[in-house]
């Protein structure tokens, strides 16, 4: 009996080594943030949480919990919204559908959403925002030209392309607390029916920085942290094998993907967190990077739960993603148990 007791301790002990040797990570908890059919998109540093609901019939409206439920902040005239980002003073930004069928960045103070304008054309997209209350995000110039941009002091401003020929196009995507913008741009020569795709960061003032892929045609930068490190997804040489990206000092690291052919990585907090969502030839699962591993959500939290994506990552270890559990989808916000 005492050697059993004894083997049992071994097995036990072993896998709670395993456990922790492979997670690398906090179990976390799952704090429903918004209701059925609904998705978290950004998180702040306070635990708020932004993304979009089901206003009903289908129809996706924009929402900010900020400690006291989801509030729907409605649209620019049009039917739909959904919001990207929200800084520390509580201001969100994201998208709207206007009355005349277009969309529009918007600003949200906590009482009225503004329409930010586009660069010439008819559209725009805010994808995030600092708490100087910088927005950086995408706005076509005409046709189906788009640039990305930066926008302070009432000003929205175009902030060009890589070296590029043929057709020219960027995408802003994130900024940081000292003006740092991550994003994605035409590079290099066109040549179809692919054009060169590669992710960027640039000062709000400087030069954009191509950050290169893993010797595919094309990566995008879609998170920065307060240490200048970017995250995103780069294509390899091999066909349909893309992965998730840590850019630090220079160096774009390949932190691969959970298995299954790609991975992208959407945001990364200042302990160097990352979180995103893998895929490909299995149903994409949101996975968390952390201390040179990366473990999919659902084995951190209790059973039943499955997590499509996980978006964004605070410095207190707080995730804002997607989470399903016996078929129904809702935003979530994981927050670490210990």
Not at 67 to 80: H, K, Q, R, V, W
Not at 184 to 212: C, I, N, Q, W
Request: aromatic share 10%.
């Amino acid at each position: 009996m005492q050697a059993i007791r004894h083997l049992l301790r071994f097995f036990l002990l072993a896998a709670c080594a395993a456990f922790l040797y492979g997670c690398a990570a906090p179990a976390y908890k799952v704090t429903i943030v918004a209701g059925p059919g609904s998705a978290a998109l950004g998180i702040n540093e306070a635990g708020h949480t932004v993304g979009y609901l089901d206003s009903g019939g289908g129809i996706a409206h924009a929402f900010a919990n900020k400690g006291a439920g989801a509030a729907d902040l409605g649209t620019l005239g049009g039917s739909g919204s959904r919001a990207w980002a929200i800084n520390e003073a509580g201001h969100v930004v994201g998208q709207s559908d206007t009355g005349d069928g277009a969309i529009r960045a918007f600003f949200h103070d906590g009482s009225t959403m503004t329409d930010l304008g586009t660069l010439g054309g008819t559209d725009s997209v805010a994808r995030a925002i600092n708490n100087d209350d910088t927005v950086v995000g995408s706005a076509r110039i005409s046709g189906d030209e788009w640039r990305a941009f930066s926008y302070a002091n009432g000003a929205m401003a175009n902030l060009g392309t890589l070296p590029s020929s043929g057709r020219f196009y960027s995408f802003g995507y994130a900024i940081n607390q000292d003006g740092l913008i991550g994003g994605s741009s035409s590079a290099g020569e066109y040549t179809a029916p692919e054009a060169p795709v590669h992710a960027f960061v640039r000062r709000t003032s400087g030069k954009m920085v191509d950050l290169g892929t893993f010797g595919g045609v094309y990566s995008e930068t879609f998170g920065v942290n307060d240490k200048d490190e970017a995250v995103g997804v780069a294509a390899t040489a091999e066909l349909l094998l893309d992965n998730a990206f840590v850019y630090s000092g220079g160096v774009l690291n390949d932190i691969g993907n959970l298995g299954d052919g790609y991975a992208e990585a959407f945001d990364i907090n200042n302990k160097s967190e990352v979180v995103g969502r893998s895929g490909g030839s299995t149903p994409f699962r949101g996975f968390l990077y952390r201390k040179g591993s990366m473990i999919a959500l659902d084995t951190l939290v209790e059973a039943g739960w499955t997590f499509p994506e996980a978006r964004g990552i605070n410095d207190s270890s707080q995730i804002a993603g997607t989470g399903c559990k016996a078929g129904v989808c809702y935003a979530v916000r994981l927050d670490p148990s210990k």
